[in-house]
């Protein structure tokens, strides 16, 4: 179907350690992969995306990696910083074309 | 530059009233547009989605409705809203094409009593 597992749903790091969210889905026509970060009562907002014709893609801290084979994308931040707390979601391009079909969350918190 | 307004941006109804979310793009034409809803600890559900005025596709059965009387104008709205109907409702749009990033509105909360 068009549903996206994402985990952990919850990750609390040390400031300063990386942090990895995974997420998985079934449907292999998709091909777009966008991560979106939600701060506390605010919209979400893109930090990073994938096409399937790309295997990794890097943006200073944050980096996403994706196996289409194994029908699997990764967030992985480094070197996090209090501000990194907020909660990420992962997404794909839903079949029709338009839509995107989110992840439930993970909740990301970085301690000093 | 293109920006997208929604509102009222929090609203708390008793059960049984109606709803009418609304919200605006400016700065683009033929813009797909979206509700989605967040449940509190939950992820984005994707409730309806235009491609064009006076279409309304929607994804998931529910008292809720759609309309798209202008082309950058999407409307939620409800005849009774009920308790499960509360959380937090945000509109989006993408470009015409479709197939990658959408922008979000600021959200409207809508609590239900």
């Known amino acids: 179907g068009e549903n996206v597992e994402q985990h952990p749903s919850t990750l609390s790091v040390q400031e300063g350690d990386s942090a990895v969210i995974k997420c998985t889905y079934s449907?292999?026509?998709?091909?777009?992969f966008p991560w979106y970060k939600q701060e506390l009562g605010k919209r979400p907002q893109l930090i990073i995306d994938?096409?399937?014709?790309?295997g990794e893609k890097k943006d200073q801290r944050i980096a996403v990696t994706l196996n289409k084979t194994a029908k699997h994308f990764s967030l992985h931040i480094t070197e996090t910083q209090p501000e990194d707390s907020a909660v990420y979601f992962c997404?794909?391009?839903?079949?029709?074309?338009?839509?995107?079909?989110f992840g439930k969350g993970t909740s990301l918190l970085v301690t000093p | 530059s293109q920006t997208i307004h929604q509102w009222p941006a929090t609203l708390v109804q008793p059960v049984g009233s109606p709803l009418s979310l609304e919200c605006t793009v400016e700065?683009?034409?033929?813009?797909?547009l979206y509700w989605y809803r967040q449940a509190a600890g939950r992820g984005l559900q994707l409730l309806f989605y235009?491609?064009?005025?006076?279409?309304i596709s929607s994804e998931v059965p529910q008292n809720l409705s759609a309309s798209r009387p202008q082309d950058r104008q999407f409307i939620l709205s409800s005849k009774k809203l009920l308790l499960s109907d509360s959380g937090f409702y945000l509109c989006?749009?993408?470009?015409?094409?479709?197939?990658?990033?959408?922008?979000f509105g600021e959200g409207s909360r809508l609590t239900v009593l």
């Open positions: 989006a749009w993408s470009p015409t094409s479709g197939g990658g990033e959408l922008f």
């Open positions: 449907d292999s026509a998709s091909n777009y």
């Open positions: 994938i096409r399937s014709n790309v």
């Open positions: 997404a794909r391009g839903s079949n029709s074309g338009y839509a995107l079909n």
């Open positions: 700065g683009t034409s033929n813009p797909n």
């Open positions: 235009s491609v064009g005025i006076g279409q």
